[in-house]
């Protein structure tokens, strides 16, 4: 099929490529020059493993190609998927604006009867709005027809997940458009499910809303652990081997981030409200999710009584390892808090360091290793789980710090270790 995928962040690239790569002839669309002449030469926007060579080996067979404009684009498409963004709005809802935008410009240039396919996580009944902004632009005399496709890809893992995901979900309201795109994605090997619009776009809510809701669960339960007695992984452990429960995805830590999980709970309690259904559960998720951002702190303040002037390493600045995404990183909560204690903070990422300067306060300084960040701080957190974080060893910490204390919000050492290696060792919903 020859496909356009408009819009080239996380989703609209992984896709473009990945559909490329099982044989259809895609062009993806960016609105930035510099970007398209980058991509062109097989470079990647992002910082996602495996996503440069895909996209190398592609636009050598000639399958992939980039553009700025949308009729070279639209001049062979027969299917255009839109995956811009759908930040948060200040009220919580999603905010549609791009997504306007792109409807608006594919009915100003599709040529032949056209399958639109939504791929940004929308609002359930957006697909029925972008319908019609887009025969509102229509030029041609052509046939529109619209697909709720949600994507289910974890940013740096994105590239194996779209080979190795549990499902693709087709929501349609037409059976030649169901089963074109059906087609389009056999190639993948992965069960397809086909449903109405309606329900393909509330399962990519429920979905992300469904396992923030395990996140803050799990917090709440290692929060207990910690003040009960009892440790969070033998916990979680146990209640894995339920089938009914599953064992992914129930990691304590410090509360989850990114791009999607905060937007996407916010967007849903939104919906809900404007439904006239309001989603208590789902607010009290996003409610202790805020809370668990700052329990290193809290931690450190009962440990030292006063942060006043105290230096902090911070290990790990982005959401989550294999990523330089801060969007709503707990560094950035961590960091605002540690500074308002009065303590310095001097924080180490091995991708994000870049973008962590664009949102972390000013005053926080940057070192290139752990060992520099350690070297000049009192005490030390870790906030993301790098394999280079995790390589520290309990003996380096205890050379590196001023005082030998380490709060681990990823659990990554085993307390009895810390203990014998004469570390003071703070970690979650594990005793010390
Ligand atoms: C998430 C979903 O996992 C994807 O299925 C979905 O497609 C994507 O959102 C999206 O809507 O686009 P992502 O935000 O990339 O993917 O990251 P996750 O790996 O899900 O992690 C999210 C946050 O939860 C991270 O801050 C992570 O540290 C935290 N987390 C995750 C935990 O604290 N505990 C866990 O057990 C798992």
């Known amino acids: 099929m020859n496909i356009a995928v408009v819009g080239t962040g996380y989703v609209g690239l992984v896709t473009g ?24 030469q097989g470079k990647s926007p992002i910082y996602e ?8 080996a592609n636009i050598e067979r000639g399958r992939l190609d980039f553009t700025k404009c949308y009729e070279e684009a639209f001049a062979e498409a027969e299917v255009a998927y839109i995956a811009v963004g759908t930040p948060e709005k200040a009220d919580g809802t999603a905010d549609l604006r791009f997504i306007e935008v792109v409807a608006e410009s594919i009915g100003r240039h599709v040529q032949r009867d056209t399958i639109v396919v939504t791929k940004s996580t929308v609002p359930v009944g957006t697909n029925d709005y972008v319908r019609q902004l887009v025969e509102k632009n229509l030029f ?3 046939n529109i027809d619209v697909v709720s496709n949600p994507e289910f890809l974890r940013e740096g893992s994105a590239v194996h997940d779209t080979f190795h995901g549990d499902r693709i979900v087709i929501g349609a ?36 809303a469904f396992l923030a809701t395990k996140i803050s669960f799990v917090n709440e339960i290692s929060n207990l652990c910690d003040k009960l007695g009892a440790n969070i992984e033998d916990v979680t452990a146990g ?13 304590a830590g410090i509360g989850y981030g990114g791009s999607c999980f905060p937007k996407d709970t916010s967007a849903l309690v939104q919906l809900a409200e404007q439904a006239g259904q309001p989603f208590e559960l789902l607010r009290a998720v996003m409610n202790v999710n805020e809370k668990q951002k700052r329990l290193l702190v809290e931690k450190a303040k009962e440990r030292f009584g006063s942060l006043q002037g105290k230096t902090v390493a911070l290990l790990g600045l982005a959401f989550k390892p294999n990523t330089d995404d801060m969007r709503e990183a707990a560094s950035i909560t961590i960091a605002q808090e540690l500074i ?13 360091t870049e973008n962590a300067k664009k949102v972390l306060p000013g005053a926080v300084a940057y070192a290139d290793s752990p060992e520099e960040a350690c070297k000049t701080a009192d005490f030390a957190m870790i906030l993301t789980e790098w394999d280079d974080i995790q390589a520290v060893s309990l003996e380096e910490y205890k050379a590196w710090l001023k005082e030998p204390v380490l709060f681990d919000g990823r659990n990554c050492y085993n307390p009895a270790e810390a203990a014998e290696k004469g570390i003071q060792y703070h970690s979650i919903g594990r005793q010390t």
């Open 173 to 208: 309201n037409s059976q030649h458009a169901a089963d074109t795109i059906e087609q389009i994605n056999v190639p993948f090997g992965l069960p397809i499910y086909k449903t109405d619009i309606q329900s393909a776009e509330m399962i990519k809510y429920a979905s992300n």
């Open 239 to 251: 209640m894995g081997m339920d089938a009914r429960i599953g064992n992914k995805f129930l990691n």
């Open 49 to 56: 493993p495996g996503l440069e060579d895909l996209m190398k």
């Open 340 to 352: 308002l204690e009065g303590a310095n903070v001097i924080g180490y990422d091995p991708i994000a």
């Open 17 to 40: 490529v990945a559909l490329s790569e099982i044989g259809h002839h895609v062009t993806c669309i960016d609105i930035d020059i510099e970007k398209v002449k980058r991509m062109k």
């Open 140 to 142: 041609e005399n052509v």
